[in-house]
């Protein structure tokens, strides 16, 4: 009866504790960015305030596969000099562009991240013109086309696919369900965001012409 009372208490405490607690890993958080910019570039034709979710969750989630690859098995090669933060974006899209950093974590890699010019502007866009005005919002009143979003974010689906299978990081220590994820998730919301963007510019168009002929009236 003890033995019984036992493993019953044993087996309820695992029970309990896969309910009460979840891990959470540089690569899964990353993917779980990923997964959410698409779940949110689905809910934006019916709820606009999406746009804001997506330009979060894409930088999010490129951020972190550009912090996985980099790091390897040792977190210090992702920190500062002092070791009490982590390297910013823009620093680590830098060193993800380098094959010496990320041959530094480990990676058996001569493939580094490559940016195409047009791709270069779309981060920077979704960083400096989106992100950080949504992270860090003044108090003002801020008025976005959605198309200026959806033009960039394929363009950045792009970029975390080549990060994540062209250049064999560490990311690719992920389980084959996780990396199969990964692939149907950039290349669903390429195919998405390309389709939202003519979307948007056939509205905008419209628009365009409308406002005009009231305007001549």
């Not at 698409?38 to 912090?67: D, P, Q």
């Not at 890699?109 to 400096?128: G, R």
């Not at 990964?182 to 003519?198: D, F, Y």
Request: hydrophobic content about 35%; overall charge positive.
């Amino acid at each position: 009866m003890n033995k019984f009372h036992n493993d019953y208490k044993h087996s309820r405490i695992i029970e309990l504790e896969l309910k009460s607690f979840f891990e959470v890993t540089t690569e899964i958080n990353a993917l779980d960015y990923l997964e959410q910019s698409l779940k949110f570039l689905l809910e934006s034709e019916r709820n606009l305030l999406a746009w804001k979710w997506i330009v979060i969750s894409i930088h999010g989630a490129l951020y972190g596969f550009c912090i996985s690859a980099l790091r390897g098995s040792n977190p210090d090669l992702v920190r500062t000099k002092n070791k009490k933060k982590i390297i910013g974006f823009p620093e680590a899209l830098k060193r993800c562009r380098n094959v010496t950093y990320l041959k530094k974590s480990g990676n058996i890699t001569d493939q580094p991240l490559v940016v195409t010019k047009k791709q270069e502007e779309a981060i920077n866009n979704i960083q400096k013109k989106f992100r950080d005005n949504f992270e860090h919002f003044p108090p003002s009143s801020y008025s976005i086309a959605g198309l200026d979003i959806a033009e960039n974010i394929a363009q950045i689906f792009e970029v975390i696919e080549f990060l994540t299978f062209k250049t064999k990081t560490y990311i690719l220590r992920l389980e084959n369900e996780e990396k199969e994820r990964i692939s149907v998730l950039c290349t669903t919301g390429q195919q998405i965001a390309n389709s939202m963007n003519l979307k948007l510019n056939n509205y905008l168009e419209e628009y365009q012409k409308l406002s005009k002929s009231q305007t001549q009236k």
